[in-house]
């Protein structure tokens, strides 16, 4: 059973134990979102999604299919590049998105954004003709996500039978997890301001060619770099620090300043076609594998993670 329609927007979490209650939970969603002439995405990790297309046969052809694996290896960029890059296709009617955005094989790096890409889905699609459902492995994932899902969807749906969540509250999650980003003592330090930025940027890249990028991987660095520092001496006070180090195979680059971000959507909406410019963070969380944030009124510290591939 899936969740009624009583708003525009509704985000149901769907918890499944096997492939069995995965497809009963999935399958009527899709079969019935196309009777009713609805878009149809479904977003999930490619073993799931090679289950539900297999389930769907010859419905399978008129659903639009993504890897979640690929398409949101950085959970800041599932709400602007798959979620909302679907609906806006589809202004004109109700649309229907399977979403899955944390699976077992999630680090525990990546899991806060994660769980703040799952909160901050409902005030980006409030008042939306929009219903995604997103499933949760009950049997592979740990309690405490599961306790997240909860506070993170006003509906969960658990062994075919729906429930109101009783600890329904996605913005005490975004808080919650908007903690400190602690870094090595191996971190390589540039203190820059506006003087500095083709300096800083250079930096950045030198130390990431050192740590073993090259080619596209180097561009995407300079770029990244180049948006966050520009946006520290626009918007951050007039300057910042960059550090820069490996780690398991990745380089990271974060860029600390005094400025504050008040909109825990900033670089997670699509930038409007007549916007004139505040799309730097949309290019960083497009460029990077992840992007971790935090926030106060002390200042603000964005991370990304840029691997080899």
Same mark, same amino acid.
């Given at each position: 059973?899936?969740?009624?329609?009583? @708003?525009?927007?509704?985000?149901?979490?769907?918890?499944?134990?096997?492939?069995?209650?995965?497809?009963?939970?999935?399958?009527?969603?899709?079969?019935?979102?196309?009777?009713?002439?609805?878009?149809?995405?479904?977003?999930?990790?490619?073993?799931?999604?090679?289950?539900?297309?297999?389930?769907?046969?010859? $419905?399978?052809?008129?659903?639009?299919?993504? $890897?979640?694996?690929?398409?949101?290896?950085?959970?800041?960029?599932?709400?602007?590049?798959?979620?909302?890059?679907?609906?806006?296709?589809?202004?004109?009617?109700?649309?229907?998105?399977?979403?899955?955005?944390?699976?077992?094989?999630?680090?525990?790096?990546?899991?806060?954004? &994660?769980?703040?890409?799952?909160?901050?889905?409902?005030?980006?699609?409030?008042?939306?003709?929009?219903?995604?459902? &997103?499933?949760?492995?009950?049997?592979?994932?740990?309690?405490?996500?599961?306790? $997240?899902?909860?506070?993170?969807?006003?509906?969960?749906?658990?062994?075919?039978?729906?429930?109101?969540?009783?600890?329904?509250?996605?913005?005490?999650?975004?808080?919650?997890?908007?903690?400190?980003?602690?870094?090595?003592?191996?971190?390589?330090?540039?203190?820059?301001?506006?003087?500095?930025?083709?300096?800083?940027?250079?930096?950045?890249?030198?130390?990431?060619?050192?740590?073993?990028?090259?080619?596209?991987?180097?561009? $995407?660095?300079?770029?990244?770099?180049?948006?966050?520092?520009?946006?520290?001496?626009?918007?951050?006070?007039?300057?910042?620090?960059?550090?820069?180090?490996?780690?398991?195979?990745?380089?990271?680059? @974060?860029?600390?300043?005094?400025?504050?971000?008040?909109?825990?959507?900033?670089?997670?909406?699509?930038?409007?076609?007549?916007?004139?410019?505040?799309?730097?963070?949309?290019?960083?969380?497009?460029?990077?594998?992840?992007?971790?944030?935090?926030?106060?009124?002390?200042?603000?510290?964005?991370?990304?993670?840029?691997?080899?591939?």
């Amino acid at each position: 059973m899936t969740a009624p329609i009583t @708003e525009p927007f509704v985000h149901p979490a769907l918890f499944y134990r096997g492939e069995q209650e995965y497809l009963e939970g999935t399958v009527p969603f899709v079969r019935e979102g196309l009777r009713a002439g609805e878009p149809v995405a479904v977003a999930v990790p490619g073993p799931n999604l090679a289950i539900l297309r297999t389930a769907l046969g010859a $419905d399978a052809s008129d659903v639009q299919f993504l $890897d979640m694996t690929e398409a949101g290896r950085n959970p800041g960029r599932i709400i602007p590049k798959v979620l909302r890059a679907f609906a806006d296709a589809h202004r004109q009617t109700r649309v229907r998105i399977i979403g899955e955005p944390i699976w077992a094989g999630r680090s525990s790096v990546e899991y806060p954004a &994660c769980v703040q890409h799952e909160a901050l889905i409902n005030p980006a699609f409030q008042g939306r003709d929009v219903t995604i459902l &997103c499933p949760y492995d009950a049997d592979a994932l740990a309690e405490q996500v599961l306790a $997240d899902a909860y506070a993170t969807h006003p509906v969960v749906i658990s062994g075919g039978l729906e429930r109101r969540s009783p600890t329904y509250a996605p913005q005490q999650v975004i808080a919650h997890y908007n903690q400190p980003l602690t870094h090595p003592a191996t971190a390589e330090e540039f203190v820059f301001d506006a003087d500095a930025l083709p300096s800083v940027r250079h930096f950045a890249v030198e130390r990431a060619a050192r740590f073993g990028l090259s080619g596209v991987r180097l561009e $995407d660095v300079a770029l990244m770099v180049a948006e966050l520092t520009t946006n520290s001496v626009r918007h951050g006070g007039g300057s910042g620090e960059l550090r820069v180090w490996a780690d398991d195979g990745r380089v990271v680059c @974060e860029v600390r300043d005094s400025g504050h971000l008040s909109d825990p959507l900033a670089g997670r909406r699509p930038a409007a076609r007549d916007q004139l410019g505040g799309r730097g963070l949309l290019l960083v969380h497009y460029l990077a594998d992840l992007v971790r944030v935090h926030t106060g009124p002390d200042g603000t510290a964005i991370r990304c993670y840029v691997g080899r591939h």
